[in-house]
T-cell receptor, first 114, second 111 residues
Framework: EADIYQTPRYLVIGTGKKITLECSQT?????MYWYQQDPGMELHLIHY???????EKGDLSSESTVSRIRTEHFPLTLESARPSHTSQYLC?????????????FGQGTRLTVV | QKEVEQNSGPLSVPEGAIASLNCTYS??????FFWYRQYSGKSPELIMS????GDKEDGRFTAQLNKASQYVSLLIRDSQPSDSATYLC???????????FGIGTKLQVIP
C-alpha cells in the first residue's frame, strides 16, 4: 500500500477563502505531482516537483501555487478560491531511479467552492 | 513535449472476452511503462509495470511492450463487469522527466 496522504478528503468552502491542500509521502520520493481531475475527465498535471526547492508549472494553467521545502511534503495553496476551482485534486509521488519508478497516488481531495 | 496517446473509448466487450487496450508514446528513450486502473471517483491504482520488450503476465492481465514501435498494450483475459473502469497508460521518460499519463481508455464490460 502506498504511503502518500492527502488532507482533507473533502472540503466545502466559500468564495474568496484561502485554502491549502496537504500532501505528504513517507517513501522518500524525489518527484511529486499535483493533478486536477473533473468527473469523467482526464488527469491534468498542474504542478510538478523533482526535489526540494524545485517546482514547475504543469500542462494545465492553474491559479494555485505549491512549495517544496521538505522532501516529504508538497502543499498546494489557492489564495482566493472561486467556484471554477471546484474539482478533485490528486497528489502523487515517484522515485528517481531506473526501475520501480511508478507514481503512487493519494486518495485525493474533493474541493467544492460555493 | 513528450506525449502518451490513448484512444478515450469507450471500449465495450462482453463478459468473458479479451479486452485489448493500446498506447503509443513519443520518446524512443523512454524507460518505464505502466498501466493504471481508475474507478469512477477514485484515485488511479497501479496494475502493471513493464520495463523490457516482450510480454509480462500477472493473473488475467498481460502487458506487452514493443520499444521499436513505441507501443505498449494491456490485455485483460476473461473480462469481468468489475473490470469496467478507465485504464491509464503512463510512461517514465527518465532522468528529471516526470511520469506522463495518457488520457485513459474507458472500458465497459457488458454482462
Amino acid at each position: 500500500e502506498a504511503d502518500i496522504y492527502q488532507t482533507p478528503r473533502y472540503l466545502v468552502i466559500g468564495t474568496g477563502k484561502k485554502i491549502t491542500l496537504e500532501c505528504s509521502q513517507t517513501m522518500g520520493h524525489d518527484k511529486m505531482y499535483w493533478y486536477q481531475q473533473d468527473p469523467g475527465m482526464e488527469l491534468h498535471l498542474i504542478h510538478y516537483s523533482y526535489g526540494v526547492n524545485s517546482t514547475e508549472k504543469g500542462d494545465l494553467s492553474s491559479e494555485s501555487t505549491v512549495s517544496r521545502i521538505r522532501t516529504e511534503h508538497f502543499p498546494l495553496t489557492l489564495e482566493s478560491a472561486r467556484p471554477s476551482h471546484t474539482s478533485q485534486y490528486l497528489c502523487a509521488s515517484s522515485a528517481d531511479r531506473v526501475i520501480n519508478t511508478e507514481a503512487f497516488f493519494g486518495q485525493g481531495t474533493r474541493l467544492t467552492v460555493v | 513535449q513528450k506525449e502518451v496517446e490513448q484512444n478515450s473509448g469507450p471500449l465495450s466487450v462482453p463478459e468473458g472476452a479479451i479486452a485489448s487496450l493500446n498506447c503509443t508514446y513519443s520518446d524512443r528513450g523512454s524507460q518505464s511503462f505502466f498501466w493504471y486502473r481508475q474507478y469512477s471517483g477514485k484515485s488511479p491504482e497501479l496494475i502493471m509495470s513493464i520495463y523490457s520488450n516482450g510480454d509480462k503476465e500477472d493473473g488475467r492481465f498481460t502487458a506487452q511492450l514493443n520499444k521499436a514501435s513505441q507501443y505498449v498494450s494491456l490485455l485483460i483475459r476473461d473480462s469481468q463487469p468489475s473490470d469496467s473502469a478507465t485504464y491509464l497508460c503512463a510512461v517514465n521518460f527518465g532522468g528529471y522527466q516526470k511520469v506522463t499519463f495518457g488520457i485513459g481508455t474507458k472500458l465497459q464490460v457488458i454482462p
